[in-house]
């Protein structure tokens, strides 16, 4: 019965149709896609709260003879996050550890708080660099070469996500401000195209510069796009999310589920929309099994029947070191 209908002109056609889609699903799962989401949320963990604290630090410190001002500002960067008293008094718990401790140090102790918030950082996107070889199917950088990519990705990232989170916190504040039903609207919706547009910025900066190869607009786009509007989506229900599901998390638990909840899922979307593009506009194809399995039959056709053998049979300077 199941040969029946696999042979019917139905089925056939439905099979040529979805074939794109379920090559880029098997592309996507072969790749190991949802374990480096995993493994690039931790690094964006261990990124974000270095640099956040240096910055309130320095923030708390340049303000501290000003304490209405400072606390206006700490005011504000909760009021970026989600309004549910689970992540603002974790955040909150954050920024006053950063205003109230960090600030208190200076000279070297501060400088070199600084230098390793931005080191450790900056490890986020070799990690990111690291998982496009695998996307894209490209050699590693040199060790030079990738620190270089991940400073200057670094900077462009501390610019852009402030952009980020005051363009989605924009249309709430503008909608309590502008009375009238159709002028609300219309701020809204500026404000939701102002947010979609510097998401979009923010993608497609790591889809050009940190793949190993020349990259172009045409082949970026999409990716960009998707991830934008996915997380522009996420940004919206998310708070929705937390109240219905997450009100049994309180404190410092609700807070770090919710901001690891957040973390897989930015990880998940940027590696998504890398994998679109590689897919449907350069046209990588699917690893014939998983990463693990097709690394296994590699070393079993070439690494001459040895476990200690390379993978080609010329030594190069790595083996060496």
């Known amino acids: 019965m199941i040969d029946n209908i696999k042979s019917t002109t139905v089925f056939q056609g439905g099979q040529r149709q979805t074939k794109p889609a379920r090559r880029f699903i098997r592309k996507f799962s072969n790749d190991w896609s949802m374990d480096f989401s995993a493994m690039l949320a931790y690094n964006l963990l261990i990124a974000l709260l ?27 960067i909760i009021d970026l996050f989600p309004a549910d008293n689970t992540t603002q008094t974790g955040i909150k718990q954050v920024v006053d550890l ?9 000279g070297l102790i501060l400088a070199i708080g600084i230098f390793f918030a ?18 894209y199917r490209l050699p590693q950088r040199t060790f030079l ?3 270089l990519l991940a400073f200057g990705m670094l900077f462009l990232f501390i610019t852009i996500i402030p952009i980020m ?10 909608m309590s401000i502008i009375p009238g039903g159709g002028g609300r609207f219309g701020t809204f919706i500026a404000g939701m ?13 790591i889809y050009w510069f940190v793949p190993n190869k020349k990259m172009s607009f045409k082949v970026t786009w999409c990716g960009a796009l998707v991830a934008a ?11 929705l999310y937390v109240r219905r599901f997450m009100g049994n998390y309180a404190g410092q638990i609700g807070f770090a589920v919710i901001l690891l909840l957040f973390f897989f899922y930015f990880a998940t979307i940027l ?25 296994s039959q590699m070393h079993q056709e070439h690494g001459v029947g040895a476990a200690n053998k390379p993978l080609i049979a010329a030594h190069t300077k790595n083996d060496e070191l």
């Open 229 to 239: 509007c996915t997380l522009e989506i996420f940004i919206i229900l998310f708070p």
């Open 165 to 174: 989170l005051a363009a989605s916190s924009a249309p709430s504040a503008l």
């Open 193 to 205: 195209v102002f947010s979609l547009l510097a998401a979009f910025i923010f993608f497609e900066s």
């Open 50 to 76: 270095p640099i956040a604290v240096a910055l309130f630090g320095i923030t708390g410190l340049v303000l501290k003879s000003h304490p209405d001002t400072q606390k206006r500002v700490k005011d504000k």
């Open 145 to 147: 070469r990738q620190n």
């Open 118 to 135: 931005l080191f450790g950082s900056s490890r986020l996107f070799i990690a990111i660099d690291k998982c496009m070889t695998i996307v």
């Open 98 to 106: 950063a205003f109230n401790q960090l600030s208190k140090d200076a």
């Open 271 to 295: 590696i998504l929309g890398a994998q679109i593009n590689a897919f449907f506009f350069e046209h990588y194809q699917p690893l014939v099994d998983g990463l693990g399995t097709y690394i």
